[in-house]
């Protein structure tokens, strides 16, 4: 009986211990893992933030450039000098992040470029090189002049008229701005944006520079006018882009510039730029430019300008180039410049010319 008890007691014993021990090693389910999700409905490349619902793409590029120029004077046929010679090299690495996210409003999107030029054997300061803040159409930041690229419009009417990387003259320059832009049906596009002048503390008028065009499958047709404030002169820009039936990626541009008087959207002359004064500072300027698709891999481009200084003085451009993508996203660019300018007042020629060989790694 006493033999009976003790065993059913240690049974009893060794169960609860067992229970006992049973709950002390349960862990506990692990929190579901949120993983990066595709997000399509801004194109390839963005991706959902963990927990949120914005967007974000990160891309950009590092490439290395090896560059060469040089260029002579002439006087009366006389040999009177050269530019500055030599190679250049120049390595750069950039780095854009776009954010973006649909609301009642329309969508709200970031943009920031961080890049870095490396032009000598030292390391680079990185900077930021543009900062856009966007909802709906209306977009505030710093970027290029929407003379030169206007935010959130069609490439297409974005730098100068010539194919070329460096595509030719077209006042470069980017400002802190204000904007609206348009998209609309049929291919319409157009936006209208006070930039500023530079000359804060000397006044409350921004420049202004209007925008508007259409671009379809055929190609497309646009223009812009800006007007600087401080110097109270404008200029105009009107271009056309047709695209080669039976070549794609095949195009054919032509476009004018125009400007009042001396001002900041004006051009400078392709040699002796400086356009400060009326020496040096363009007031007309027609460019062509082709570009041929081969195939796949191959593609070239030629294209010209010509220009006519306020002061009278006559200029011409000429740019080719021929770009090799052996590879996806990876590209190798050869480009070439040549410029003539007619110095009257010197009463000489001076011509330059350029030249760069690239290497690309785009992501």
């Known amino acids: 009986m006493n033999l009976r008890l003790s065993l059913a007691s240690v049974a009893a014993l060794t169960s609860v211990n067992a229970a006992f021990a049973a709950d002390a090693i349960v862990i506990a389910e692990p929190e579901p893992v949120e993983y990066v999700r595709v997000c399509d409905a801004f194109g390839a490349g963005f991706f959902y933030i963990p927990g949120t619902e914005t967007c974000l793409k990160l891309d950009g590029y590092?490439?290395?450039?090896?560059?060469?120029?040089?260029?002579?004077?002439?006087?009366g046929g006389t040999y009177a000098g050269d530019y500055a010679e030599g190679w250049r090299f120049t390595t750069r690495a950039r780095l854009n992040l776009?954010?973006?996210?649909?609301?009642?409003?329309?969508?709200?999107?970031g943009f920031m470029r961080i890049q870095a030029d490396a032009t000598n054997n030292a390391d680079a300061a990185y900077g930021m090189d543009q900062a856009m803040v966007q909802l709906g159409g209306f977009y505030v930041g710093y970027t290029e002049s929407a003379f030169v690229a206007p935010w959130a419009l069609p490439g297409i009417a974005r730098f100068g008229i010539l194919h070329t990387d460096d595509g030719g003259q077209h006042a470069s320059q980017q400002r802190q701005q204000i904007g609206y832009a348009y998209t609309g049906p049929n291919g319409l596009f157009g936006s209208i944006t006070l930039e500023n002048d530079q000359n804060e503390g000397k006044g409350y008028m921004p420049d202004v520079v209007g925008v508007a065009g259409i671009s379809q499958g055929w190609g497309g047709v646009w223009g812009k006018v800006a007007y600087d404030e401080s110097a109270g002169e404008y200029a105009v820009l009107g271009a056309a882009q047709y695209n080669v039936p039976g070549f794609a990626g095949s195009s054919l541009?032509?476009?004018?510039?125009?400007?009042?008087?001396?001002?900041?959207?004006?051009?400078?002359?392709?040699?002796?730029?400086?356009?400060?004064?009326?020496?040096?500072?363009?007031?007309?300027?027609v460019a062509g430019s082709y570009l041929h698709k081969i195939n796949a891999q191959w593609s070239a481009t030629v294209g010209g300008q010509y220009f006519k200084e306020f002061s009278g003085d006559k200029a011409y451009l000429v740019q080719g180039a021929v770009v090799w993508l052996p590879v996806t996203n990876f590209e190798v660019r050869l480009e070439g410049s040549y410029a003539s300018e007619e110095n009257l007042r010197g009463g000489r020629k001076d011509d330059t010319w350029s030249g760069l060989l690239r290497f690309t790694r785009y992501f």
Do not use: C, K
């Open 98 to 109: 776009d954010a973006r996210s649909e609301t009642e409003l329309g969508t709200l999107r």
């Open 253 to 285: 541009r032509l476009g004018m510039f125009y400007a009042s008087g001396v001002n900041m959207y004006a051009l400078d002359m392709p040699v002796s730029g400086g356009g400060s004064s009326e020496a040096g500072t363009v007031e007309w300027s």
């Open 62 to 75: 590092v490439r290395m450039q090896i560059g060469a120029r040089g260029g002579a004077s002439y006087s």
